[in-house]
C-alpha cells in the first residue's frame, strides 16, 4: 500500500506600499520532502485573504485545492504547524511528482490575484532491495538512500512478521549510504517472504523497512537457438542449484546414453548462467541433439534441453584469405536498381536498395536486418530483404507517417528482436521504452515497458547511439538523466520478465561524467556509449578520457579493458568497435586502436591484454559484430585506398589478418553493418556520383 503524506506549504508574507500583489515560490523545483515557500510583494485586502496549492491546469474552485492557508497581515511567516491545521481533505500523495501553482485570493473568494508555478519531483524510496525474488542460497543486497546516524547504523534480513530481537536476524551488515550486501550470514534462509530493517545506534529500533522474497529454483537449461548449423557453437542458459562441484554440461545426439564416448562438445559451468560449450569432441552433423547438465562430474542427469543441427546447403561466405592491399576498382561500375554489379576478385554481387527517400545505411552497430533477415530497415522505412524493394508496411506513406508507423523512435533508438522478426524495441521521443509488433502490413505500439518521464527522468538513450539487446534478447542497458540532476545513471531494464532490473539506476561515478545541455537535448560527457555484451553477462562503457570498462550485471566488478601501446605502456583507450564471440567461444570486444590498427579484449578474462587482429587501422573505420550466427568473425570498414573495403575479421587472437572480403566501398561510404547470419553486408556511398545510394553485397 502506498505511503500518503501531507504536502506542506509554508507562506511568508511580505508586505509593501505596490498597489499591484505578486506571489513567487523560493524555488522553481521542490521535492515532496520540502516545504514550499512562498513571497507575497503588494496591498493585500486584509480581509480573509487565502493562498490555496493547485495542479497547473485546474480550476481555482474549492475542490481542487490540495493544501492552502490564510495570509494574515500581522503574521510575516505561517510555520507548518498553522499550515497544518489547513490542510483539507484532498491530501497530496507522495507519488504525485509533476507541474503545481500557488494563488493568490483576496476577500475569501476564488478570484486569482497572482500566482505562481513549481515542479515537485518523485523522491526514490530510502530503502529498497536490489532483487525483489532471489533463489535459495542467493545473497541479497539493498540501496540505502537516506541520512544515517552514523553511529553503528545497520540493517538486517528477519523473516516477515518477526519481532526485532537478535535471535531472528538471519544476515545483516553495518549501513552506509549506497549498496549494503547483506553478507553476514547467521543462519540459512529457506522459502518465504522477508524484512530488510535499518536501524541507528546499534539499536533495534527499527527506522526502515523493506520486503523481499526467497523462491525455490527449478533447474532448467535453454539453449540460445532452437537450431544450429553445422560444427556451430551450442551456448545454453542455465538456470539452477548448482553443486558447486565439477558442474558441467555436454551436447549429446538425441536418445543416445550419457556416456562420455556419446559427448560431441561440453564446458564446466562456473556459475548460473550462459556456457559456451566450445570443448569439442567431434563433428556436429545435421540432426536432433540435447544439452544436458550433470552435476559433481558425474554422468547423473540433472536437465536438459533439445536442438537441431540444419544442414549447410551451400557456402555464403566469401573465400577465407589473407588481407593484402588492392586498389579501388573503378572499372566494377556502380548498381542500379533491378541491375548488380559483380566484383570478379572478391566473387560476390552487390545491390541497389530501391529507396524512397536519402537515409543512408544504419551505423555499424546497429542491426538493419530483422532476425529471419526478410526484412531491413533504413531510416523511419522497411525494405524487402530479398527484392530489395519498400516492403507495403511502410510504402507509400510520408516521412512523418513512416516514423510513427515505427513507433516513434528517437533518431537511433530502434533495435530489432533477435528472436522474433516480427517484433522491435524503440525509445520514442516521449521517453517510452515501446515493444512495436509488425501484423500484416500494420504495427502495434502499444506495449510500452517502462515510461522513463513519469518515472522522474528527463533524458535516456540507448548507447546513445551505440548500445545494444543482448543476442539471448533479456537486457538493454540505457545511461540516463534525473529531472534536476546532471550525474549519468545507467539503468538496467529486463525485457524478458518486462521489469527494470535495479529498482534504482546505478550512479556511473566517472570524474566529470555529466549531462551537459545542449539547446533543447542534452548529452551525456565522458560516457561515450554504454552497451549490454551479447552474453547479457556484462555491461561495457566506452569513457572518451579512460579508456574502456567491463561491469558485471550488477555494475560491479569494473575491469579496465588494457593493451600494450607502441611505446610499451599498458594503458587503455576508447575508439570505434563492437561486442562478438571469438572463434573459442570467448566473448570479446573488437575494436580500433590509435595507430595500433584493430584489437580484441577479452572480457571473460580483462586481466588478459589486447590482441592485435590487425596490424595497421588503414584509415580507421568502424566494426560491426551482429551476426549473431556466424560467430567467431566480426566485420570490419576501412577507408584508406588500397583497404577501402568491408570484410570479416577472424577472431582468432592472431595477427594473421584473416579475412573474408565482401566488396570495396568507393569513394565516401557510409554504414558497414552485417546480416544477422554474415552472410550479407550493407553500405551507403556516391560511388562517382551526386547521389548516395544504398547497396547490400553478398556472395554471387
Known amino acids: 500500500m502506498k505511503k500518503i503524506y501531507k504536502y506542506l506549504l509554508s507562506l511568508i508574507v511580505l508586505t509593501s506600499l505596490a498597489t499591484a500583489v505578486t506571489i513567487t515560490t523560493t524555488e522553481s523545483m521542490y521535492t515532496q520532502a520540502k516545504s514550499v515557500k512562498v513571497n507575497i510583494e503588494g496591498a493585500l485586502s486584509g480581509n480573509q485573504d487565502w493562498v490555496g496549492l ?46 503545481y501553482e500557488v494563488r493568490l485570493f483576496f476577500n475569501n473568494s476564488y478570484q486569482v490575484e497572482a500566482s505562481a508555478k513549481f515542479y515537485a519531483t518523485q523522491p526514490y524510496p530510502t530503502l529498497f532491495v536490489t532483487y525483489p525474488e532471489i533463489n535459495i542460497g542467493d545473497k541479497q543486497t539493498v540501496l540505502v538512500n537516506t541520512l544515517l546516524s552514523g553511529d553503528k547504523d545497520w540493517v538486517g534480513i528477519y523473516p516477515k512478521g518477526s519481532d526485532n530481537s537478535w535471535d531472528n536476524v538471519i544476515a545483516w551488515n553495518w549501513a552506509t549510504y549506497g549498496d549494503v550486501s547483506l553478507n553476514k550470514i547467521k543462519k540459512e534462509m529457506p522459502v518465504g517472504e522477508y524484512d530488510i530493517r535499518l536501524f541507528f545506534h546499534n539499536s533495534f529500533d527499527e527506522e526502515k523497512s523493506t520486503n523481499f522474497y526467497v523462491i525455490a529454483e527449478t533447474n532448467t537449461l535453454g539453449t540460445t537457438k532452437a537450431t544450429y548449423s553445422e560444427n556451430e557453437t551450442v551456448s545454453v542458459n542455465v538456470n539452477a542449484v548448482l553443486s558447486g562441484n565439477k558442474d558441467w554440461v555436454g551436447v549429446y545426439p538425441k536418445n543416445s546414453d550419457n556416456s562420455w564416448d556419446n559427448v560431441i562438445a561440453w564446458n564446466w559451468v562456473a556459475d548460473k548462467d550462459m556456457v559456451t560449450l566450445n570443448k569439442v569432441k567431434k563433428n556436429m552433423p545435421a540432426g536432433n541433439y540435447e544439452a544436458r547438465l550433470f552435476y559433481n562430474n558425474s554422468y547423473t542427469l540433472e536437465a536438459k534441453s533439445g536442438f537441431s543441427v540444419s544442414e549447410i546447403v551451400n557456402n555464403k561466405y566469401p573465400k577465407t584469405t589473407t588481407l593484402t592491399k588492392r586498389p579501388t576498382d573503378n572499372s566494377i561500375h556502380k548498381p542500379t536498381v533491378g541491375n548488380s554489379t559483380v566484383d570478379p ?96 502490413n500494420s504495427t502495434n505500439c502499444n506495449t510500452i515497458l517502462f515510461d522513463f518521464e513519469n518515472n522522474g527522468f528527463e533524458q535516456a538513450n540507448i548507447g546513445p547511439g551505440e548500445g545494444n539487446i543482448d543476442f539471448n534478447e533479456q537486457y538493454i542497458v540505457f545511461p540516463v538523466k534525473k ?124 586481466d588478459e591484454l589486447g590482441k592485435t587482429l590487425l596490424i595497421r587501422a588503414n584509415g580507421g573505420g568502424f566494426v560491426s559484430c551482429r551476426n549473431t550466427i556466424h560467430r567467431g568473425w566480426c566485420y570490419v570498414t576501412t577507408r584508406t585506398e588500397g583497404f577501402r573495403e568491408i570484410y570479416a575479421l577472424k577472431l582468432d587472437g592472431t595477427s594473421n589478418q584473416t579475412v573474408q572480403r565482401f566488396t570495396q566501398t568507393h569513394e565516401n561510404w557510409f554504414g558497414g553493418t552485417v546480416s544477422p547470419d554474415g552472410t550479407k553486408v550493407m553500405f551507403s556511398n556516391h560511388w562517382g556520383t551526386n547521389n548516395i545510394d544504398t547497396f547490400i553485397a553478398e556472395v554471387e
Open 54 to 99: 493547485y495542479r497547473v491546469g485546474t480550476s481555482s474552485e474549492w475542490k481542487n485545492v490540495l493544501a492552502w492557508s490564510w495570509v494574515n497581515g500581522n503574521k510575516s511567516n505561517l510555520g507548518m504547524d498553522s499550515i497544518l491545521d489547513n490542510i483539507i481533505e484532498n491530501e497530496l500523495k507522495l507519488s504525485d511528482g509533476g507541474d
Open 483 to 606: 529531472i534536476g540532476d546532471s550525474k549519468i545513471y545507467i539503468f538496467l531494464y529486463d525485457l524478458k520478465n518486462k521489469r527494470k532490473v535495479w529498482n534504482s539506476p546505478k550512479l556511473y561515478n566517472a570524474v566529470d561524467a555529466h549531462w551537459e545541455a545542449n539547446g533543447n537535448y542534452w548529452t551525456p560527457t565522458i560516457l561515450d556509449w554504454v552497451s549490454m555484451s551479447p552474453s547479457g553477462k556484462y555491461i561495457v562503457i566506452n569513457d572518451s578520457t579512460t579508456g574502456m570498462y567491463r561491469y558485471n550485471i550488477n555494475f560491479q566488478d569494473k575491469r579496465r579493458l588494457e593493451y600494450r601501446n607502441s611505446n610499451g605502456e599498458i594503458t587503455s583507450q576508447g575508439g570505434h568497435g563492437d561486442i562478438g564471440f571469438d572463434i573459442n567461444g570467448n566473448e570479446v570486444f573488437v575494436q580500433f586502436m590509435s595507430g595500433k590498427g584493430v584489437h580484441s579484449f577479452n572480457l571473460d578474462n580483462p
Open 345 to 440: 576478385v572478391f566473387g560476390t554481387r552487390i545491390s541497389m536498395v530501391n529507396k524512397s527517400d536519402t537515409y543512408k545505411s544504419p551505423y555499424p552497430k546497429i542491426q538493419a536486418w530483422n532476425s529471419d533477415m526478410s526484412l531491413i530497415r533504413i531510416g523511419y522505412r522497411l525494405y524487402n530483404a530479398i527484392t530489395l524493394e519498400e516492403s507495403p508496411i511502410t510504402k507509400g506513406l510520408s516521412g512523418g507517417k513512416t516514423y510513427n508507423k515505427l513507433c516513434a523512435p528517437l533518431s537511433s533508438d530502434f533495435r530489432w528482436s533477435t528472436k522474433d522478426p516480427n517484433k522491435f524495441y524503440v525509445l520514442n521521443s516521449s521517453l517510452q521504452l515501446i515493444e512495436g509488433h509488425i501484423i500484416g
